[in-house]
């Protein structure tokens, strides 16, 4: 394995919990649900990847990027059972450039999670 991540989520009172990575820390309250930080951080991941891309590459982004991501739930396992990314661009950028940057943001990390299911096990420690 590449690189190596660790995350812990604690419930740090009725109204609130804290999720930390070592680098950063958010607390929210009950009203974000985990699978709102899945899409947000799909979101995110879309955006610094496609960032990123244009920076390497020299594609000048002339203004605002952002993505929006929405999620559906499915039951039977209940879950995310879809999800829809836009990555929204600021004009003035070529035809190529726009298909280059989608490309660059279909094989962010958390995308690729998404569609390739790592090992994932459930313990208790």
């Not at 009725?14 to 699978?35: K, Y």
């Not at 003035?92 to 962010?108: D, N, V």
């Not at 998404?114 to 994932?120: A, K, M, Q, R, V």
Request: glycine content about 8%; some cysteine.
């Amino acid at each position: 394995m590449a690189d190596s991540y660790t995350a812990t989520a604690t419930r740090t009172g009725t109204e609130q919990f804290t999720v930390s990575t070592g680098s950063a820390t958010v607390v929210s309250d009950a009203s974000l649900r985990p699978s709102e930080l899945l899409l947000a951080s799909l979101s995110s991941c879309i955006l610094w990847t496609v960032v990123d891309y244009a920076e390497r590459n020299g594609i000048g982004l002339p203004g605002e990027v952002s993505v929006r991501v929405s999620g559906a739930m499915a039951n039977r396992p209940r879950r995310v059972g879809e999800i829809r990314a836009e990555l929204v661009l600021p004009d003035g950028l070529s035809e190529k450039h726009r298909e280059a940057l989608l490309r660059a943001g279909q094989h962010c990390p958390v995308h690729a999670t998404l569609t390739h299911s790592p090992e994932l096990t459930v313990a208790v420690g």
